[in-house]
């Protein structure tokens, strides 16, 4: 069992996903699961990985979400850590692998919080991450017709894991975003 690299993750993410939006989206929870493992003192290509490939059987088999993924990474020997943090971000929603490691609490945290910070960003005047400020996702948060397909409940769930506080998970989720923002089409018009 080898290291996955982030060309081997991306080569697989790409086999089973075709949607731009989905790529935009692992490549947005990759940026910033390498934004926390540097805060975190950890890892950033590990946690970048890992990143990349959550959704990995999203797309091919939504039915199967979080249950797929294991088959498909261990066909490609993948290592069980990082197996175990795929399936850990469909806790209490598709099983019941509850988040342990930090690597874990923080994929299921900031997940679902990704598409709501994008989501905020396109309604800007700047389309940008580059200027979008903490407060302006947190109006958004109270909006529950905003971004409706974004679960709250689990960003609070993963929020409380990690003992960090909403708008401190919001702000290291937006700088993370920054680091792609050209990538996932979020730079704007700045």
């Known amino acids: 069992m080898t290291t996955p690299t982030r060309e081997d993750a991306f080569n697989l993410l790409k086999k089973y996903t075709k949607s731009q ?10 940026a ?5 493992a540097e805060k975190h003192g950890e890892d950033p290509d590990k946690w970048g990985v890992v990143g990349l490939i959550h959704d990995i059987d999203y797309e091919m088999y939504p039915d199967e979400h979080c ?6 990474l261990k066909e490609n020997n993948w290592p069980d ?37 994008a989501a905020s960003a396109l309604v800007r ?7 979008m400020k903490t407060k302006s996702v ?9 971004a409706a397909g974004v679960n709250r409940e689990v960003i609070e769930k993963g929020s409380k894991l990690l003992g960090m506080d ?21 730079k704007g018009n700045l």
């Open 21 to 30: 939006s989905l790529i935009s989206h692992a490549l947005s929870v990759e």
């Open 32 to 36: 910033v699961m390498r934004h926390f």
């Open 67 to 72: 249950s797929k993924a294991p088959e498909i």
């Open 81 to 117: 850590e990082y197996i175990r943090a795929v399936v850990s971000h469909g806790w209490d929603i598709f099983n019941d692998v509850k988040p342990e490691t930090s690597m874990e609490k923080v994929l299921y945290a900031i997940d679902e919080l990704t598409g709501l910070v």
């Open 125 to 131: 005047p700047s389309k940008s991450v580059m200027d």
């Open 138 to 146: 947190k109006k958004k948060w109270k909006n529950k017709k905003f």
């Open 166 to 186: 909403i708008g401190d998970l919001i702000t290291e989720t937006i700088m993370g975003m920054r680091n792609v923002a050209e990538d996932i089409g979020l």
